[in-house]
């Protein structure tokens, strides 16, 4: 079993929804959790960093940690096509590498 | 703002040829690290390091080797090439305790 597991899609989802990541992991170590965006052939790009469960919002996205579940969540208001992506989760220890999932592929249908 | 970057872009290479890659991290970052993306997967951790000294070693072969200078960029060798090891490389910089950013990545060929 992955330390991380992330359901690959392809997620298809129309302009304007609401849209939901989520990642599980399996070791309660962990410390932050991110979210990076990856568009093709491009270097990841952080998008949300947080620390401890609860939520956080920047804009159109809300990040969610739940430790005691070993779950994190990302959700993307008012969806639009520039939103098209990979979306990996991460996260690590204190000072360490990043673990990541493996990425979902979002589609967002104009 | 200054990003991390990498250099070369684009690399193609012959099998059993060595290779080079370049980082140069966001300025006042002091520490680097390097991945591993091939086709349709997750970046993969190889090699760390945080004030010249390397902090910690994943997945890399012992074909690769990589050191960072006192200006703290960093180059990745690559020796002994298989096809395989084609991929994105990919260089993130941190500072102390911070979070990590990505370089635009090395598409490395071998063919």
């Known amino acids: 079993q992955k330390e991380v597991e992330q359901d690959p899609g392809p997620l298809s989802v129309p302009e304007g929804a609401i849209v939901s990541l989520n990642c599980t992991y399996s070791?309660?170590?962990?410390?932050?959790f991110m979210w990076y965006r990856q568009y093709s052939r491009k270097g990841p790009e952080l998008l949300m960093y947080?620390?401890?469960?609860g939520n956080k919002e920047d804009g159109r996205f809300t990040a969610q940690v739940d430790k005691s579940s070993k779950y994190i969540s990302l959700f993307i208001r008012d969806s639009q096509p520039s939103d098209s992506a990979t979306y990996l989760c991460?996260?690590?220890?204190?000072?360490?590498?990043?673990?990541f999932g493996k990425g979902t592929r979002l589609h967002i249908l104009p | 703002a200054a990003g991390v970057i990498q250099s070369p872009r684009h690399l193609i290479k012959e099998k059993r040829e060595t290779a080079t890659l370049k980082c140069y991290p966001i300025?006042?970052?002091?520490?680097v690290y390097w991945y591993q993306q091939g086709p349709g997967q997750d970046p993969q951790f190889l090699i760390s390091f945080y004030e010249k000294m390397q902090s910690d070693k994943g997945s890399i072969p012992d074909r690769f080797s990589a050191q960072q200078f006192s200006d703290y960029h960093s180059e990745l060798n690559m020796s002994s090439l298989e096809l395989g090891d084609s991929a994105l490389y990919f260089c993130a910089s941190s500072s102390p305790g911070g979070e990590q950013f990505f370089g635009p990545g090395t598409r490395l060929t071998v063919l």
């Open positions: 070791n309660s170590a962990f410390q932050y």
């Open positions: 947080t620390y401890s469960s």
């Open positions: 300025p006042r970052h002091d520490t």
């Open positions: 991460a996260m690590r220890w204190r000072d360490d590498k990043i673990i």
